[in-house]
């Protein structure tokens, strides 16, 4: 082992300043839509079985979203699943820091990558419960003996994550310890319940948007092709255009040199080939994994770094459960100065995007809410855009109104069918809005919006089931130095009133 007892009281430092620090960001953190979504539909369903049914077109297991259904019959605050979301980062720099073979180097700069220490950290999505149950797997793996039954319920947990978590548990399948004489029919039975409860959740229904706007001819272009090339590089040195104030999911040397990006990155995508030479498994693990991040990127059109961290942490598990093979670690310099010049990405990546989300409001949603509790709105309906809404929502103790989705505080995937973007897209805004405004009581509504509205058109007339009304819109107090684009948020008072008679 690399890290003797003489180490540990500065183990113990690391993991306290890691600890500290999460808990300090997630206090400086506003969630976003995709935050908002998972902890809506758990707290706002009304039972246990109608959250599953509306998790249907999610595309990804529910156990993240199943954990937030119970701490929601706790607290409908935010803050509760930021709390739960931060003890999971920190449980899984624990195994880690305390008991991984890794020398002090590697676990001083570790856990301050992008990472670990903003994307999985700060950002309370279901990536961080995943690593948290991949690296106690490799920790179990690890053991002289090793629980057989115990190892196939966390494989199985695993596979309940994520998608991508889904293809990890499976690719971990090869490092299962084996011995003769050992009983596997209730360990497989287990982990085969787990997949398939996972598969279950995974396969969309048919009328999910993933499933009718699917283009394979779009996935498969040189467009396509030349965006998932970059992703070894955003994998590994996610370091953000820094001159960007909307900085998440840039990337600097990108920006910069987009053709040596991709070559770059192509090299990086090489390189675990000679660095787990002679290790067949460690190759399949990784590319496998990397086959899945990139085929989920082209399906979406688009790199996200919280699919690339994936591919991240895989090879830092794959690099504790190989590290007895790659001995002497230390005195192999290429090793050292690949694993560094990664780690260094990391911390670069890790404090920019740290300190930006301390500086600024990552969703300007709390700030809104906050403004709205002002006694001169109350008693007032506020009125969303669907999905968009979702972190307003989340703070807010009254209900947000969303016109295409009555009733609930979390949207639907389903409803973004070919009608409805074709209306999106031929429908006039103003026209829109009064179709779905005119069935509520009220006359007067705070709208918000995500873009300033153009209101040089007046008067602003418009006709709803062949009755004149006039929309009367006064601007109100725009919040938008968010750093996550699409969360800024402008309100404006509205009055709806008949123009019959003038």
């Known amino acids: 082992m690399e890290s003797p007892k003489t180490h540990t009281p500065w183990l113990w430092l690391l993991f306290l300043t890691y600890a500290t620090l999460v808990f300090l960001g997630l206090l400086r953190h506003e969630i976003w839509m995709d935050e908002a979504h998972h902890w809506l539909i758990p707290r706002d369903s009304p039972s246990f079985v109608a959250m599953l049914g509306n998790l249907r077109y999610e595309g990804h297991p529910g156990l993240w979203n199943i954990l937030l259904y119970g701490l929601a019959r706790m607290s409908r605050e935010v803050w509760a699943m930021q709390l739960l979301h931060g003890v999971i980062a920190i449980g899984t720099m624990y195994w880690v820091l305390l008991k991984s073979p890794f020398p002090l180097w590697v676990k001083a700069l570790f856990p301050f990558g992008y990472f670990t220490m903003f994307e999985y950290a700060l950002i309370s999505r279901n990536y961080a419960l995943a690593f948290l149950l991949a690296f106690t797997i490799v920790q179990l793996i690890k053991k002289e003996h090793c629980s057989l039954i115990n190892l196939a319920i966390l494989l199985a947990l695993l596979a309940n994550t994520h998608l991508l978590g889904f293809c990890l548990s499976l690719l971990l399948l090869l490092y299962v310890p084996y011995k003769k004489g050992h009983s596997v029919l209730v360990p497989v039975l287990i982990y085969l319940g787990g997949l398939a409860l996972a598969v279950w959740q995974i396969i969309p229904p048919g009328d999910h948007p993933m499933v009718t706007g699917l283009d394979s001819a779009r996935l498969f272009s040189w ?141 300007e949603s709390e700030n809104v809410a906050t403004f709205l509790q002002a006694e001169a709105y109350q008693g007032l309906p506020v009125i969303g855009g669907y999905c968009f809404g979702e972190p307003l929502q989340a703070y807010l103790p009254q209900t947000l109104r969303y016109p295409e989705q009555a ?74 130095n968010n750093l996550k684009q699409m969360e800024a948020y402008y309100l404006y008072h509205l009055e709806v009133m008949s123009s019959e008679g003038e």
């Open 223 to 363: 467009e396509s092709i030349k965006k998932v090339m970059l992703v070894f590089n955003e994998t590994f040195l996610p370091v953000h255009d820094f001159q960007r104030h909307h900085f998440w999911h840039t990337n600097w040397l990108e920006t910069q040199h987009i053709n040596f990006a991709r070559g770059l990155s192509i090299v990086l995508g090489l390189l675990p080939l000679w660095f787990f030479r002679k290790r067949p498994k460690s190759w399949l693990v990784f590319y496998g994994m990397a086959g899945a991040v990139l085929l989920l990127s082209a399906l979406k059109g688009v790199n996200y770094e919280r699919f690339h961290g994936f591919l991240f942490m895989t090879f830092f598990l794959l690099l504790w459960l190989e590290y007895a093979h790659l001995q002497p670690f230390r005195d192999s310099k290429w090793r050292v100065l690949f694993v560094g010049g990664i780690l260094v990405g990391q911390l670069l990546g890790g404090l920019h995007a740290y300190v930006q989300d301390w500086r600024f409001p990552f969703s």
């Open 407 to 480: 009733g609930e505080s979390f949207c639907r995937w389903e409803i973004f069918s070919e009608s409805y973007l074709k209306e999106l897209q031929t429908e006039d805004y103003y026209s829109r809005l009064l179709r779905y405004f005119m069935p509520y009581e009220n006359s007067q509504a705070i709208l918000v919006s995500h873009q300033a509205l153009d209101l040089s058109e007046e008067p602003l007339l418009r006709t709803y089931q062949a009755q004149s009304y006039q929309l009367l819109l006064r601007p109100l107090p725009a919040f938008t």
